[in-house]
């Protein structure tokens, strides 16, 4: 008896890989050319390039999202697909762990080794003495060498208020996932769209609370260690919010166009995935950033 071999479905040529990699790029100069224009309180052309570069990410995010869409409809998909799209996701996120570890490792290293050091600890009195005789080890951080002074971000208020905002939205999409596999597609609608509701929420308040350490706490990219470590987890933790929250619209626009049964809907798995694993990382930034 012969062996049944699966047919595997090879897309055509792409250029969205490429249209990302200018968008990243983009992203990736803008970021900069803001971020010293704003230290330097000058105008310029940093924002516009950011700005550009998040537009073509997102028509590269929904042209890629599109033929993507048209495929799995159009029945080119088979089961071995689908087990590498699980893979692949599986990586994604993995590699998305490791990003992060490097971040919260950055902060560890720092306010373990680096501050205690530096304040003349371990038989490094010298180092205290050479490079700053006035520093006392504590953290957060609220000096510079430079004379620059700000305070705390603390857990109370906004950073609280967006944790719960964040556990309420696993469990509205819990449920959302829960009624697609019972086929209860009114309450899928309805929990999706308040998960996404939730996110765009956290994200709202997110702004909000970096313009309160803008303005009233004097928090800032320039802050040294501690401003440095707030604004990088922070923010890559609110872009990926952002990506996730792009991700579940999606998935809802395709529900309400009656894509996906009880048994398949991987899309909507993966981007369920994803959302957990954003807030987890919260979950573990709300302790590290803000209560310890």
């Known amino acids: 008896m012969k062996a ?7 897309p055509e040529q792409s250029q969205w890989p490429i ?36 537009a073509v990410l997102l028509y590269m995010l929904f042209g ?38 490097a971040f919260f490792g950055a902060l560890f290293y720092a306010r373990t080794f680096a501050v205690p ?6 038989n490094n009195a010298m180092t205290n003495e ?34 719960m905002i964040l556990l309420l939205s696993s469990i509205t999409l819990h449920f959302a996932h829960t009624a697609m596999e019972q086929g209860k597609r009114t309450q899928l ?10 996110g765009v929420i956290f994200l709202g308040l997110q702004g909000e609370e970096y313009v309160y350490a803008y303005q009233e706490l004097g928090l800032t990219l320039d802050s040294g260690i501690y401003g440095n470590t707030f604004f990088l ?21 395709r529900i309400m ?8 809907h991987f899309a909507f798995q993966a981007a369920a995935w994803y959302w957990h694993f954003v807030d987890v990382v919260w979950l573990c930034l709300f302790v590290f950033v803000y209560v310890l």
């Open 117 to 122: 050091w530096l304040g003349g600890e371990s």
């Open 4 to 10: 049944q071999y699966e047919k595997y479905y090879v």
């Open 64 to 101: 890629w999202f599109k033929n993507v869409i048209d495929e799995s409809q159009g029945g080119l998909y088979s089961a071995q697909m689908d087990r590498s799209f699980r893979q692949g996701m599986a990586w994604f996120i993995f590699s998305e762990v490791m990003f992060f570890m």
């Open 130 to 163: 050479v490079l700053w005789p006035s520093f006392e080890a504590a953290w957060p951080l609220l000096s510079t060498p430079g004379g620059g002074e700000t305070r705390a971000m603390g857990w109370q208020g906004l950073p609280l208020i967006n944790t």
């Open 257 to 264: 166009k009656g894509h996906f049964s009880e048994e398949k």
């Open 233 to 253: 987890l922070t923010g890559f933790h609110g872009m990926h919010v952002t990506l996730g929250t792009i991700l579940l619209l999606v998935v809802f626009l």
């Open 19 to 54: 249209v990302g990699a200018v968008a990243l790029f983009l992203i990736a100069i803008g970021s900069g050319l803001a971020v010293m224009q704003t230290a330097k309180q000058q105008g310029g052309v940093g924002f516009y390039i950011l700005l550009l570069g998040i």
């Open 189 to 198: 609608k309805a929990m999706l769209a308040l998960t996404i509701l939730l």
